[in-house]
């Protein structure tokens, strides 16, 4: 049964599971679905169309669903799912998807064990992965992808249609105007890269010969002159090792173009 403050505004048609905690002053609209154990503060807006699952906390002030900022968006019932276990912290905004007419996804979806600090906004259409960290103030431009593990440091900036691959790290202000690839550190305005994020990784417990070959092969990409077609294959022929493959086949599905 859920625990619901009186002072709370609840859509009777919203489904909230087990052990749902919704504090004061908060809304939340019909077509919601909250899984168990997810915890609410005060003064938070969930929208309609909005999915969200088990064991979630979601911290005052947040607006949570609401429509996407594209003047093409004309009320259609697009959606915002979001996973298990995430922390979303205060004033954050995440906004559901545009519609495919006008070139949308119909969705936002964030994964699961994700934390999103104060102030940070997610547009329409953003795809997050699992565990990724997005400090203070960092904010996703529309259609946006997020893989896992990914840090965003604090006011990190990603333009529309950009990714940011999975084990990297942005530094603080941090501009992304193309693709940041996985497993580097990316810093400036515009962004940069700045090699390998060694320190996330040897935290995630890559091994040695993995981190020794991710370098190399980011020496091949960066450092050695090439054009893309010749450094993608010399990254490939270089191990067998599927987080190098990984690296390369990022570098080879841009549609914004990758940092250098």
Partial sequence: MADIHPSAIIDPSAN??????????????????????????????????????????????????EMPQHQGYEGEPTRLLIGDRNTIREYSTINRGTDTRIGGLGLTRIGNDNILMAYTHIAHDCILGDQTIFANGASLAGHVEVASHAILGGFTLVHQFCRVGKHCITGIGCICLQDI????????????????????????????????????????????????????????????????HSFADFMTCSKRGIIR
């Fill in 16 to 65: 909230l599971g087990d052990g749902v905690v919704v504090g004061p002053y908060s809304i939340i609209e019909g077509d919601v679905s909250i899984g168990r154990n997810t915890w609410v503060g005060p003064h938070v807006m969930i929208r309609k169309h909005t999915d969200i699952g088990v064991a979630n906390r979601i911290f005052q002030y947040c607006s949570i669903g």
């Fill in 181 to 244: 690839p996985p497993y580097i550190v990316a810093a400036g305005n515009p962004a940069e890269p700045h090699g390998i994020n060694n320190t996330g990784l040897k935290r995630r417990e890559f091994d040695s010969k993995t981190i020794q070959l991710l370098n190399q092969a980011y020496r091949i990409f960066y450092r050695n002159g090439l054009d893309m077609t010749t450094a993608v294959e010399k990254m490939r022929n270089l191990s067998d090792d599927e987080h190098v």
